[in-house]
């Protein structure tokens, strides 16, 4: 038995089907790679060469900043798969506790003043 190991196997276990899913699902998260780091390139042009406004560059960041946020959970914590409520759950969960601590925090230094 251990004589077999250094040959190659003549077909793969998985059935055609699983290949074509598996090879979609390699091209998505290429796809999703390549355009954060067309975000992050962006981010970095827009504010090293003065191209946004110096007013709206904080939100052009932050905007880029969400989009990126939610390719990487979408692609590479697989949570638009299925059976991933529990995952799902615990992220709402710490932004329904980061958010008002974020808020809070800002209201007691004094950034935003209400």
């Keep these: 038995m251990a004589d077999n190991l250094s040959t190659s196997f003549s077909k793969s276990s998985m059935s055609e089907e699983e290949l074509r899913k598996t090879n979609d699902e390699q091209k ?3 796809i ?3 355009l954060m780091i067309f975000l992050t390139l962006l981010a970095f042009v827009a504010v090293a ?3 946004v406004p110096a007013t709206f560059a904080i939100p052009f960041i932050l905007i880029l900043a969400v989009i990126q946020l939610f390719l990487q959970l ?3 914590m697989h949570l638009k798969d299925k059976d991933h409520g529990w995952a ?3 992220m709402a ?3 329904v506790i980061a958010i008002p601590a974020i ?3 800002m209201l ?3 950034i935003t003043k209400y």
Excluded: E, N, P
């Design 28 to 30: 998505r998260q290429i």
């Design 32 to 34: 999703a790679f390549a």
């Design 49 to 51: 060469t003065d191209i």
């Design 74 to 76: 979408l692609y590479f």
């Design 88 to 90: 799902s759950s615990f």
């Design 93 to 95: 969960s710490g932004f």
């Design 103 to 105: 808020a809070a925090l």
């Design 108 to 110: 007691l230094l004094g």
